[in-house]
């Protein structure tokens, strides 16, 4: 059983919208936080996104604040990241990931690099100009 599986990447023209869905099992899910994470050729990693319940909001990265939304849906122990006003530079391969909250919190360990427990196979976004 894989523990994350991503969904939703596409072609999309600029200013257009996508969701990436980011299917989770195995673990508890209200003990991660789930965090986006975004590579392009030749450029650094970058996180995008993270929810935990362990925290009192989401983090965005500065670059997508404004755009991107990303919600859960404990049911379906699922994370969802709505995409908006999609920009060329937003052309990544998006990863979703998991890690344990910890005393610090949920998403602090995400935009502080720490290691991650759970890594999914990613999901191409590709947005033209």
């Known amino acids: 059983e894989v523990p994350l599986v991503e969904s939703g990447g596409d072609l999309v023209q600029a200013g257009g919208s996508l969701r990436l869905s980011c299917a989770t099992s195995g673990f508890r899910f209200d003990d991660y936080a789930i965090g986006w994470y975004r590579q392009a050729p030749g450029k650094e990693r970058e996180g995008v996104s993270c929810i935990s319940s362990s925290d009192d909001s989401p983090y965005y990265a500065e670059s997508v604040k404004g755009r991107f939304t990303i919600s859960s849906d404990n049911a379906k122990n699922t994370v969802y990241l709505e995409m908006n006003s999609l920009k060329p530079e937003d052309t990544a391969k998006y990863y979703c990931?998991?890690?344990?909250?910890?005393?610090?919190?949920?998403?602090?360990?995400?935009?502080?690099?720490?290691?991650?427990?759970?890594w999914g196979q990613g999901t191409q976004v590709t947005v033209s100009s």
């Open positions: 990931t998991a890690g344990l909250n910890g005393y610090l919190g949920g998403c602090y360990y995400f935009k502080n690099g720490y290691d991650r427990d759970y």
